[in-house]
């Protein structure tokens, strides 16, 4: 079982909708969680940053970690033509980075 | 402020050979970690670098070898190229600090992608 499990996607939406983004981790001790958005031939930068659980909002971002269920979540408000890109989900661990598959999100004009 | 810089961009290599990658973290930063990136297996710790110590390493074997020097930049290596390692190769740097504890976000370069031949 992969330590963090991401659906690949592709996901394809119209502009102006709502897209959520999950992963799913096994490990409990896991405190530290992150989503990255990595453009075409660019490499991954950071969107979202959580400790622990609950929610944090950041614009159209809002980025849920549940622990009880080991489920993270990014959604997007309003999505736009530029929100198309790859995401990954990510947690920390002792200075490495865990990452999920990426999920590839198109956002149709 | 300058990002993390990579080079090459590119690099096309036939098996058996050996590359070097090398990056600059951004000023300041003291760590470094590389990542492998491929459509298979997606983006994979390789190791982190901190004041010029190997600190943490994924699950990669021995030929992959890495270097920091005492400006921070950081070198990678890989010896007796396969096909498989075909990839992008990405260096990130943070500001994570000696303790080896504290969580810092990690800034990423653009990657280096190495075709083997």
């Known amino acids: 079982q992969k330590e963090v499990e991401q659906d690949p996607g592709p996901l394809s939406v119209p502009e102006g909708a709502i897209v959520s983004l999950n992963c799913t981790y096994s490990?409990?001790?896991?405190?530290?969680f992150m989503w990255y958005r990595q453009y075409s031939r660019k490499g991954p930068e950071l969107l979202m940053y959580?400790?622990?659980?609950g929610n944090k909002e950041d614009g159209r971002f809002t980025a849920q970690v549940d622990k009880s269920s080991k489920y993270i979540s990014l959604f997007i408000r309003d999505s736009q033509p530029s929100d198309s890109a790859t995401y990954l989900c990510?947690?920390?661990?002792?200075?490495?980075?865990?990452f999920g598959q990426g999920t590839t999100l198109q956002v149709k004009p | 402020k300058a990002g993390v810089t990579q080079t090459p961009r590119y690099l096309i290599k036939t098996r058996g050979q050996q590359v070097t990658l090398s990056c600059s973290p951004i000023s300041g930063h003291r760590s470094v970690s590389w990542y492998q990136q491929t459509p298979g297996q997606g983006l994979q710790f390789l190791f982190e670098y901190f004041s010029e110590t190997q600190r943490n390493k994924g699950n990669f074997p021995g030929r992959f070898s890495g270097r920091q020097f005492s400006n921070s930049r950081s070198e990678m290596n890989v010896s007796t190229l396969e096909l498989g390692d075909s990839a992008l190769y990405l260096c990130a740097s943070s500001l994570r600090g000696s303790s080896g504890t504290r969580w810092d976000e990690q800034f990423f370069g653009p990657g280096t992608r190495l075709t083997v031949l």
């Open positions: 959580t400790y622990s659980s």
């Open positions: 490990n409990s001790a896991f405190q530290y």
């Open positions: 990510a947690i920390g661990n002792t200075g490495k980075l865990i």
